[in-house]
């Protein structure tokens, strides 16, 4: 394929032990350890009270880290076509809604329907922000956040518009935990635009791999675990080489057969 390329003006991250973009760059960088904590979902900025009470963690995790790429960009958050992309959804609603659909009453509120849609993040976002521009929200299971990356790329390559790729995923409780061990709450957000800007920290080029080869792993034992833990997370190895504020190529995960290649060209 042709590689498809974009700059990166905004970077945003919440995790396990990671709050916001400077304290994951310092942990990557080994600047800071990794301490372990859960993550700390804030109450999702913008939102009128009433739909910031209805929110979930997925859609928490979505926003924090949409919110901080953003502003960090300098751009209008609602002028900014967005992807969306996770291997599930709000697994703490699913579980409620499979045991109330168990019970001697299967009466679903409003509210745990609207939010059990694998959509929900977005359009939370597009009235926290009065985002018009449009919005796509894609799943890959471990590779969302090559997929979303992908398609990403793929916008800004052919609009030419700048454009708010946002990747997260949840935990579950069980038992659908045993089936999909997600350890904790990850987000990602990157602001892609087509051309370099006084905002510009990487230049990204990326490609499908023809044959076989490994996926980038992380040296930290710590951060390994972290990256394997979470689909989102799997974008740990772009982030080291940005915080590095180096030129590198990463593999990341996508299709079992065809993972991703990013190349990574420091501008800072």
């Given at each position: 394929?042709?590689?498809?390329?974009?700059?990166?003006?905004?970077?945003?991250?919440?995790?396990?032990?990671?709050?916001?973009?400077?304290?994951?760059?310092?942990?990557?960088?080994?600047?800071?350890?990794?301490?372990?904590?859960?993550?700390?979902?804030?109450?999702?900025?913008?939102?009128?009270?009433?739909?910031?009470?209805?929110?979930?963690?997925?859609?928490?995790?979505?926003?924090?880290?949409?919110?901080?790429?953003?502003?960090?960009?300098?751009?209008?958050?609602?002028?900014?076509?967005?992807?969306?992309?996770?291997?599930?959804?709000?697994?703490?609603?699913?579980?409620?809604?499979?045991?109330?659909l168990a019970?001697?009453?299967?009466?679903?509120?409003?509210?745990?329907?609207?939010?059990?849609?694998?959509?929900?993040?977005?359009?939370?976002?597009?009235?926290?922000?009065?985002?018009?521009?449009a919005s796509n929200v894609l799943c890959a299971y471990d590779g969302s956040f090559a997929a979303g990356l992908l398609e990403s790329l793929a916008q800004v390559s052919v609009d030419g518009a700048a454009t708010l790729l946002v990747a997260y995923d949840t935990d579950y409780p069980e038992p659908l935990r045993s089936a999909r061990p997600i350890d904790d709450a990850f987000g990602v957000a990157l602001v892609l635009a087509p051309q370099r800007s006084e905002r510009s920290l990487a230049c990204i080029e990326a490609r499908l791999c023809a044959a076989p080869v490994s996926v980038s792993a992380l040296a930290d034992a710590a951060l390994e675990a972290l990256r394997v833990s979470n689909p989102a997370a799997r974008a740990l190895p772009l982030l080291e080489a940005i915080a590095a504020s180096r030129t590198a190529s990463v593999v990341l995960d996508y299709l079992d057969d065809m993972p991703l290649a990013v190349e990574i060209e420091s501008i800072c």
């Open positions: 394929m042709i590689p498809l390329r974009a700059y990166i003006e905004g970077i945003g991250v919440i995790g396990p032990g990671l709050a916001d973009w400077p304290q994951a760059a310092d942990v990557l960088t080994y600047r800071a350890p990794l301490h372990a904590a859960r993550t700390a979902l804030p109450a999702p900025a913008g939102l009128p009270s009433a739909e910031r009470r209805r929110t979930g963690p997925v859609v928490r995790a979505a926003l924090a880290a949409a919110h901080e790429a953003v502003a960090q960009s300098g751009r209008d958050a609602a002028t900014l076509a967005a992807v969306f992309a996770a291997s599930g959804g709000d697994g703490g609603n699913f579980h409620a809604i499979c045991e109330t019970s001697d009453e299967p009466q679903l509120s409003p509210t745990r329907f609207h939010n059990s849609v694998h959509n929900a993040p977005a359009g939370y976002w597009s009235i926290a922000t009065r985002a018009m521009a």
